[in-house]
């Protein structure tokens, strides 16, 4: 019977974390020849190349896909079983960053919990654009960091379809108002080139650093807007296709890995990678979503 190594499983989670076998090198203190030699050994072992080739990027093969869960599984097994017999209490500083789209709704209550389940670990969170949470990590400055998708070679950990939100009366205005955050920002560029595609006219009325401002000029009914059904609140209607708006793509959050972390920054990678992953939008948003689309 063929045993997987944590050693090997521990490389291939790194390359898919960090988006490439040199960002994994650094990450495992191993040269990038190293680490690809590993990939090989353990896509031999497991009978299937775990990686394939698109253009200039490697992305997951289905065997990839297929073993990244259950990798992520037995490493975090064997981490809480070293834990559990050395009587290692998790210590030490970690610092995180995030967009604020996840900080307003998605992550609050998760690093709550952590905070109160390991009380030695001083956590510090950065909320910023995601230009800025990438300097910063790469200067060393943030542990990890889970932000917008800005290249194909990063681990996206969930897909969120863009939408339009504001309220349902202001749709039928000619140009049509919207508000945007200041760039350099995804959400602006695909509203306006959805709009441009259709031959919608728009004018934008209101510019604002942050989501809250963003969110207030939705809600008050100023314009309309464009990000994820994450930003919706009461006042704030789902919009689509009946409004005579343009369908959106999807974006994506990412994790970005830039060096070794310690077990208390693994720690809560793995426990943000999951909230974000599976925390879904609220059921009416989900709902005027699917009504959008029809």
Known sequence: MKDLPLELLRTF???VDTGSMAGAARVVSR???????????????????????????????????LLLPHAR????????????LSGERLEGPVRFGTVQDLAD?????????????????????????SAV?????????LDFVVCFQTRR????????????????????LNPLPIAVLDPPCGYI????????????PYGIVLRTPSLAGLRAALEAGLAIGCRTALLRSGSIDVLGEAERLPSLPDIAFALHVPRPMSAAARRLAALVREVVATTPASPLAATQLARAAS
């Open 153 to 172: 070679a990063q681990r996206v950990v969930r897909r969120e379809p863009m939408v339009w939100l504001g309220h349902r009366e202001l749709a039928d």
């Open 31 to 65: 040269t990038p020849s190293a680490v690809s030699l590993q990939m090989c050994k353990l896509g031999e072992l497991v009978g299937q190349p775990l990686f394939r080739r698109t253009g200039r990027a490697q992305v997951l093969s289905r065997a990839g896909e």
């Open 73 to 84: 599984e037995i490493l975090g097994a064997s981490e809480r079983a070293l834990a559990a």
């Open 189 to 200: 560029e695909a509203a306006t080139q959805a709009l441009r595609r259709i031959g919608r």
């Open 105 to 129: 709704r998605v992550l609050p209550r998760a690093l709550a919990d952590f905070s109160k389940q390991y009380p030695g670990v001083a956590l510090h969170v950065q909320v910023a654009q």
């Open 13 to 15: 989670v790194a390359t």
């Open 133 to 141: 949470l990438l300097e910063q990590a790469q200067a060393g400055e």
